[in-house]
């Protein structure tokens, strides 16, 4: 019998956990102790994905389509970008699996599920332009989403502030890029 618990003090009860865990085998990685909705969150997953997915497409587009004279250091950005952007969809489709999801890669209705636009624009500096509104779309949408997941689900609210690290060093870099090809800041003090 367990003793009873002290304030501050941690106790488990092992053989209820063991017990749980033959039990409900076929569930995964998902026990009882997940605090959130396994549907709504690989609904919410499959969004992020399917934003990573139209970065990923743009920043291509953006490599490919890039020139001028000062375009082969944009380009190599866009193509980091774009490895980077894939990295993400990845670990997001992963995680939906491992929830026991199944990752929406259905091109039909992905920039619908996108929370970022597909845009090319026209000459190098809409590309950046373009790139920089998606990266801060992305930043929004990741910390809505961690603010969401907060305790209830950990493991994907680490992912999604993994990626979010990302994303933020992706907008400065874009940011540097504006500046550096327009010639004035564009943040104020």
Not at 155 to 175: F, G, K, N, P, S
Request: net charge negative.
């Amino acid at each position: 019998m367990p003793q009873p618990q002290q304030p501050n003090q941690f106790a488990i009860d092992l053989d209820a956990i063991r017990k749980r865990a033959r039990e409900k085998i076929d569930q995964g990685a998902v026990t009882d102790s997940y605090g959130g909705d396994v549907e709504q969150t690989c609904s919410i997953l499959n969004e992020a994905l399917a934003t990573e997915i139209v970065c990923v497409l743009r920043y291509k587009f953006h490599y490919i389509a890039a020139s001028g004279i000062s375009s082969e250091g944009v380009r190599a950005e866009f193509l980091e970008h774009a490895t980077e952007e894939q990295r993400h969809a990845d670990m997001i489709a992963e995680r939906i699996a491992q929830l026991g999801g199944l990752p929406n890669f259905n091109p039909d209705g992905l920039l619908s599920r996108s929370h970022s636009e597909y845009v090319e624009g026209e000459n190098l500096i809409d590309m950046i332009k373009e790139d920089l509104v998606a990266e801060r779309i992305a930043i929004d949408s990741y910390r809505e989403m961690i603010r969401f997941f907060g305790t209830q689900d950990p493991t994907t609210r680490r992912m999604l502030e993994e990626i979010l690290a990302v994303e933020e060093e992706h907008a400065q870099d874009m940011h540097d890029l504006l500046v550096q090809h327009q010639g004035t800041p564009m943040l104020s003090d």
